[in-house]
């Protein structure tokens, strides 16, 4: 069996900014990912928050990550991890290609998209129905769309949407946003964006493609058919935890209990990122999980 010191599961913003410390810690260290390397943010056309980097694209952002943790000696594996159990003082991680053994592993496994909940959200999904703007926006050039939710997300991908559709009504369910309140001023500045606050969306209309939502303003009791081709929904996501279910704590909503050390509630095992229980979960803020969740791990390793 492969023997580390610290093995990283999840390549995103969190588990490669660990890769990066453990590695110029001098530690053993394996990254193991499933999919591909960046997280979620790979689907940002624009980063423009993160402290000392005015502006960048998601992918540059991903791939600098990648980068500094493989030139400070990490390696990274796309392999899924589908099981960890303890043996002795070590902790086995397996993929469906082999096991490795460390002294400390960092749970960097991030979330997925919440789905909406809607009667044949499933079958319209790539049919209309999308959960990333950055990625299927371009689809929708010259055509009607809406964004669904009121954070950060439905804020940019309504912004990103305004910029080629034809219009984008944006919905959220309440009449104050929890996204930033300068995106929500820009939002309203474009004249072909519409804001319906207070709504939300009961039904999709289309048979083999979206082609309307059915709307209702929960104030004024009032439903109505929106005709649009896509369908943005941002309504925020579900850690990625089910990995860990059994063996660590999780909180009501299925998020990693871990201190602002990012200590979980067994000995040696670290959360870092989207997948831990946090106030802000940012860029900067995974990011700094990762670096806080990996000098704890050295200490250990
Ligand atoms: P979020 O902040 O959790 O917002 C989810 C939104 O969806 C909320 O407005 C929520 O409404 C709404 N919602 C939840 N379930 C719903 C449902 N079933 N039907 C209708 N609406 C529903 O999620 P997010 O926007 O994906 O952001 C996640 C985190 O990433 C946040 O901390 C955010 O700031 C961060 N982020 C940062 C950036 C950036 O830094 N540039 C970009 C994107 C995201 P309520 O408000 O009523 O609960």
Known sequence: MEQYDVIIIGAGTAGLSAAIYAARSGKRTLVLEGKSCGGQIINAKAVVNYPGIKQISGVDFAMGLYEQAVEAGAKVLFQKAVRMELADQKKIVATAKQNYACSAVILAMGAKNRPLGLEREAELTGSGVSYCATCDGAFYKGKKTAVVGGGNTALEDALVLSEYCQKVTLIHRRDSFRGEWQTVQELKERSNVEILTDTVVTALEGDRQLTGIRVRNLKQEKEWVLPVHGLFAAVGQIPQSDL????????????????????????????????????IRQLATAAADGVTAALAACQLA
């Open 244 to 279: 860990v279910r059994d063996l660590v704590e999780l909180d009501d909503y299925g998020y990693i209990k871990a201190d602002e050390s990012c200590r979980t509630s067994l000995p040696g095992i670290f959360a870092a990122g989207d997948c831990r229980t946090k106030e």
